[in-house]
Every structure is written in structure tokens, then in C-alpha cells.
């Protein structure tokens, strides 16, 4: 996971521009989300993080590995205990069609800016009810596990589960 200086490479959403100030875009595995099959086990996933600095989020962005089945990817963005390791309310919300050109290409989720605060823990979801969507992940020995946040994915709300040693690849933006 990388902090990005405020520098860093702007770029525009919803006509504001926004840079990068947490990317984990190391990856070397792929984690499933959407059906395995039509209409049965859907597989979801998240990422928690903290956010390294206050300011304005307008865009989240995940690695896409592979689409095996073309369809509506949707992300919520949730406030997140960690220590009682529970998802707030949904402050935000993004949906995006997915197809197989989308393979091999980060994914962009726009938002309506959201104001997150420095140093609190926050974390996305996402579920694609019809598609089968790959997503870039990385995997870490137990020596070093990821410290920002935590992998989130299982077959419903239930029984997902939580991993220090996993991680999407992702990227949030905050307006400049």
C-alpha cells in the first residue's frame, strides 16, 4: 500500500479534480465476486481502509483480473468498526455495467463527493448480483500482512470473513 503525496497525479470526477491518496495495487491472485452459477452463490467482497488524510471522495478504483460473465458490478461505501469488525450504514453508492473488455483494466467507480475524516476507518463493498467478475487481489506471507485494512469476501453478509494477509488492488481518490 502505497500513501501518495498531494502531488501526485490529479485527475477529474464530477468535474473536480481528485488525486490518489491510498493505492494497494500489487497483485498476484484473483478473488471471484458475482454468481459462480446463474443465480446461485453469489460471491461478495470489500476492502477496509484507513484513510490517510481528510478531504472529499469521488472515486474508487479496483483491478479487474477477468470478466467471465458481462454484467453490473455495485460498490458501497461504508464507515467500518474495526475492532467490533462492523460495516456502518452505506455513505455512498456506485454502480458499473462490466464486460470482457473491461479484463485487465482498473475499474473506476464515481461518487458524489463524501467527506472522510484522517484516520478513520472506512470500507467498500462489492457485489455483482448477475456478473462473474475477477478481481486483481494480493496475497502476503504471514510475516507481513497488510497493515491499512482488511480483505473482506465469503458467500453472503453472514459468514464473510475478514484477512490481514489479503488485499484487493485498489485506489481512492480525494478532491483536490
Same mark, same amino acid.
Given at each position: 500500500?502505497?500513501?501518495?503525496?498531494?502531488s501526485?497525479?490529479?485527475?477529474?470526477?464530477f468535474?473536480?479534480?481528485?488525486?490518489?491518496?491510498?493505492t494497494? #495495487?500489487?497483485?498476484?491472485?484473483?478473488?471471484?465476486?458475482?454468481?459462480?452459477?446463474?443465480?446461485?452463490?453469489?460471491?461478495?467482497?470489500?476492502?477496509?481502509?484507513?484513510?490517510?488524510?481528510?478531504? @472529499?471522495?469521488?472515486?474508487?478504483q479496483?483491478?479487474?483480473? &477477468?470478466?467471465?460473465?458481462?454484467?453490473e @458490478?455495485? @460498490?458501497? @461505501?461504508?464507515?467500518?468498526?474495526?475492532?467490533?469488525?462492523?460495516?456502518?450504514?452505506?455513505? &455512498?453508492?456506485?454502480?458499473l455495467?462490466?464486460d470482457?473488455?473491461?479484463?485487465?483494466?482498473?475499474?473506476?467507480?464515481?461518487?458524489?463527493?463524501?467527506?472522510?475524516?484522517?484516520?478513520?476507518?472506512?470500507?467498500?463493498?462489492?457485489?455483482?448480483?448477475? &456478473?462473474? #467478475?475477477?478481481?486483481?487481489?494480493a496475497?502476503?506471507?504471514?510475516?507481513?500482512?497488510?497493515?491499512?485494512?482488511?480483505s473482506?469476501?465469503?458467500?453472503?453478509?453472514?459468514?464473510?470473513?475478514f484477512?490481514?494477509?489479503?488485499?484487493?488492488?485498489?485506489?481512492?481518490?480525494?478532491?483536490?
Amino acid at each position: 500500500m502505497k500513501t501518495i503525496p498531494q502531488s501526485s497525479q490529479p485527475s477529474q470526477s464530477f468535474g473536480r479534480q481528485s488525486r490518489p491518496v491510498l493505492t494497494q #495495487i500489487e497483485n498476484n491472485t484473483t478473488l471471484w465476486v458475482g454468481n459462480l452459477k446463474q443465480g446461485v452463490n453469489e460471491r461478495i467482497a470489500g476492502q477496509t481502509f484507513t484513510c490517510p488524510s481528510e478531504g @472529499l471522495l469521488n472515486n474508487i478504483q479496483v483491478f479487474s483480473s &477477468a470478466v467471465t460473465r458481462p454484467g453490473e @458490478l455495485q @460498490l458501497t @461505501l461504508h464507515e467500518f468498526d474495526a475492532s467490533s469488525r462492523t460495516w456502518g450504514p452505506a455513505i &455512498a453508492d456506485s454502480k458499473l455495467t462490466v464486460d470482457k473488455d473491461h479484463t485487465s483494466s482498473w475499474l473506476r467507480f464515481e461518487l458524489e463527493p463524501v467527506q472522510l475524516k484522517k484516520n478513520v476507518a472506512y470500507g467498500f463493498r462489492l457485489h455483482a448480483p448477475e &456478473a462473474l #467478475i475477477g478481481l486483481g487481489e494480493a496475497a502476503r506471507e504471514a510475516k507481513s500482512p497488510f497493515n491499512f485494512g482488511m480483505s473482506w469476501n465469503g458467500n453472503n453478509e453472514e459468514n464473510a470473513k475478514f484477512f490481514h494477509y489479503f488485499s484487493l488492488a485498489f485506489k481512492v481518490e480525494l478532491c483536490a
